[in-house]
């Protein structure tokens, strides 16, 4: 193509460098330049209703920002102080909190106001338990507990299973939750040595059905009831646990500290058990609750718990 032709078809601003190298001025394409006249409406449309403009130490408010709105916001301190100021998006998002705030507090009034058997009992108020619940348990107990409550082998007990050890009725569970819990259990390795540890922890594999050497087990059994080491003294004389002190009941087949599931030979269980018999148990803590959620919100994760979670006794 020559230099003329080119010249004919295509406009150009007229500037040549080089000889041959041209400034083309080609027209925008109409859509776009529509496109470009729409986008200048629209500001103008958004600056006369919605706040836009700063001026001095002020800004434009906009049509929508003529509408006063009040609200009751919470401070660093934590009081609450009720604002009034105009429409923006920040007092719309407050606005929208508050009402959803209001609408919570009439369930949390609810619960406050019914006892544990009437809040589970009410499928309304339990649709609210199970949602504002399941927001509670992730934010606060999850951490230990486990998403869904299953809990962790060595950490912290499963809360979805009938298994309590301080009790599952509604009662003991608030208890649990307000005060906290530590259960103890002192150390046997100045007590019982590593014949008598072999032979107790036998006898604590016996009753829930593991593998275990049948004559130590019974040995086992004169130790465990006897007064040197005292274990029936907090486990009962049945082994099945004493709630008032959480001590685990020793007959089911749920472990907490020694992982007697977890471990695949004889040797390992006998090994978990008599570890823990020999360190004694004063790790897992549960913390107390009853200074950092309100009397309303531990009811609310109390039937959370016992109904939504499903261990409830
Ligand atoms: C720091 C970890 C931790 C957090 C957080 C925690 N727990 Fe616990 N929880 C434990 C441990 C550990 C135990 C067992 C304590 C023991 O055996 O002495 C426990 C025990 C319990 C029990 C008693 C179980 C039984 O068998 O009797 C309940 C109920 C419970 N927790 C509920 C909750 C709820 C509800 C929350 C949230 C508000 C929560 N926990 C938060 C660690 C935790
Ligand atoms: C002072 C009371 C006390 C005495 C005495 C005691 N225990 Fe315990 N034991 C506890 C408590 C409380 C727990 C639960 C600890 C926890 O969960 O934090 C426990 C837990 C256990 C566990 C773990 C159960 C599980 O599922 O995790 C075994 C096993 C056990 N004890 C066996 C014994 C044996 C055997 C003896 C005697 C040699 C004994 N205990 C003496 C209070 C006691």
Redesign the pocket.
Same mark, same amino acid.
């Given at each position: 193509m020559s230099q003329d032709n080119k010249k004919a078809t295509t406009q150009t601003t007229g500037h040549v460098w080089d000889d041959d190298l041209e400034e083309l001025d080609n027209p925008l394409p109409r859509w776009w330049i529509w496109g470009f006249y729409v986008t200048f409406a629209f500001a103008i449309v958004y600056w006369l209703f919605y706040p836009a403009w700063p001026v001095a130490n002020t800004y434009t408010k906009g049509i929508a920002g003529l509408n006063n709105v009040t609200y009751v916001a919470t401070k660093a301190d934590g009081t609450q102080e009720t604002k009034t100021t105009h429409w923006n998006m920040r007092s719309k998002l407050m606005v929208e909190m508050n009402e959803l705030k209001a609408e919570q507090k009439q369930y949390f009034d609810k619960v406050a106001s019914k006892s544990f058997e009437e809040v589970a009992k009410d499928p309304e108020l339990m649709q609210f338990v199970n949602s504002a619940g399941k927001t509670l348990f992730a934010t606060n107990c999850a951490p230990c507990h486990q998403a869904g409550g299953q809990g962790k082998v060595k950490f912290s007990?499963n809360l979805t299973d009938d298994h309590w050890?301080y009790g599952g009725a509604y009662e003991n569970i608030e208890t649990t939750i307000i005060a906290g819990? !530590?259960? %103890?259990?002192?150390s046997?390795k100045a007590?019982?040595n590593d014949e008598e540890?072999s032979q %107790?922890?036998s &006898?604590?594999l016996s009753l829930s059905g593991e593998p275990h050497n049948a004559d130590a087990a019974k040995l086992?059994d004169a130790?465990?009831h006897g007064d040197k080491?005292?274990? &029936?003294?907090?486990?009962g004389a049945d082994a099945k646990? !004493?709630p008032a002190?959480?001590?685990?009941?020793?007959t089911?087949k749920?472990?907490?500290?020694?992982d007697?599931l977890g471990a695949k030979t004889p040797e390992a269980k006998l090994t978990e058990?008599k570890t823990?018999?020999y360190d004694?148990? !004063?790790?897992?803590?549960m913390p107390v609750w009853g200074a950092r959620l309100k009397p309303e919100q531990i009811k609310l994760l109390t039937v959370y718990v016992h109904d939504s979670l499903g261990g409830g006794k």
């Amino acid at each position: 193509m020559s230099q003329d032709n080119k010249k004919a078809t295509t406009q150009t601003t007229g500037h040549v460098w080089d000889d041959d190298l041209e400034e083309l001025d080609n027209p925008l394409p109409r859509w776009w330049i529509w496109g470009f006249y729409v986008t200048f409406a629209f500001a103008i449309v958004y600056w006369l209703f919605y706040p836009a403009w700063p001026v001095a130490n002020t800004y434009t408010k906009g049509i929508a920002g003529l509408n006063n709105v009040t609200y009751v916001a919470t401070k660093a301190d934590g009081t609450q102080e009720t604002k009034t100021t105009h429409w923006n998006m920040r007092s719309k998002l407050m606005v929208e909190m508050n009402e959803l705030k209001a609408e919570q507090k009439q369930y949390f009034d609810k619960v406050a106001s019914k006892s544990f058997e009437e809040v589970a009992k009410d499928p309304e108020l339990m649709q609210f338990v199970n949602s504002a619940g399941k927001t509670l348990f992730a934010t606060n107990c999850a951490p230990c507990h486990q998403a869904g409550g299953q809990g962790k082998v060595k950490f912290s007990p499963n809360l979805t299973d009938d298994h309590w050890q301080y009790g599952g009725a509604y009662e003991n569970i608030e208890t649990t939750i307000i005060a906290g819990r !530590n259960g %103890v259990m002192p150390s046997f390795k100045a007590i019982l040595n590593d014949e008598e540890l072999s032979q %107790v922890s036998s &006898y604590v594999l016996s009753l829930s059905g593991e593998p275990h050497n049948a004559d130590a087990a019974k040995l086992g059994d004169a130790i465990f009831h006897g007064d040197k080491a005292g274990c &029936y003294a907090c486990h009962g004389a049945d082994a099945k646990g !004493n709630p008032a002190i959480g001590s685990a009941n020793l007959t089911d087949k749920i472990w907490l500290w020694p992982d007697v599931l977890g471990a695949k030979t004889p040797e390992a269980k006998l090994t978990e058990v008599k570890t823990l018999i020999y360190d004694g148990m !004063n790790k897992g803590v549960m913390p107390v609750w009853g200074a950092r959620l309100k009397p309303e919100q531990i009811k609310l994760l109390t039937v959370y718990v016992h109904d939504s979670l499903g261990g409830g006794k």
